[in-house]
């Protein structure tokens, strides 16, 4: 069992930068593929960036490439994701999530069996 915990969010200026982090505990991160996923008000939940167990590789939505960054620190046992540039539309709640064996299912909700509790990134105009 692996219990995700994300922190970090909160309002900022279009522009601005905010250093999202999930805190993993029952599990150590590196054996999982992680990914973080955001929902807006009315909206489904969306896939916006992963990392992978076996390769460490990462994959990011088109409307965030660029702009953010998805990192592992294994000794924290945490996962970040460093945005920047935000825009009024990267408002939502995001989410942590983690999964066994997903392979190539990065950018996939129910690839994924763990969740977060979710923050909230409010980007002003």
């Known amino acids: 069992q692996v219990q995700l915990v994300e922190s970090g969010g909160g309002l900022v200026q279009a522009g601005g930068s905010l250093r999202l982090s999930c805190a993993a505990s029952?599990?150590?991160?590196?054996?999982?593929?992680m990914g973080w996923f955001r929902q807006a008000p009315g909206k489904d939940r969306e896939f916006v960036a992963a990392?992978?167990?076996?390769?460490?590789?990462?994959q990011y939505a088109d409307s965030v490439k660029g702009r953010f960054t998805i990192s592992r620190d294994n000794a924290k046992n945490t996962i970040d994701l460093e945005m920047n540039s935000l825009k009024p539309e990267d408002t939502a709640v995001y989410y942590c999530?983690?999964?066994?064996?997903?392979?190539?299912?990065?950018?996939?909700?129910?690839?994924?069996?763990?969740w977060g509790q979710g923050t909230q990134v409010t980007v002003s105009s």
């Open positions: 990392i992978s167990e076996r390769t460490a590789g990462t």
């Open positions: 029952g599990r150590t991160v590196s054996t999982y593929s």
């Open positions: 999530a983690g999964g066994e064996k997903v392979g190539w299912r990065l950018r996939y909700l129910g690839a994924y069996t763990y």
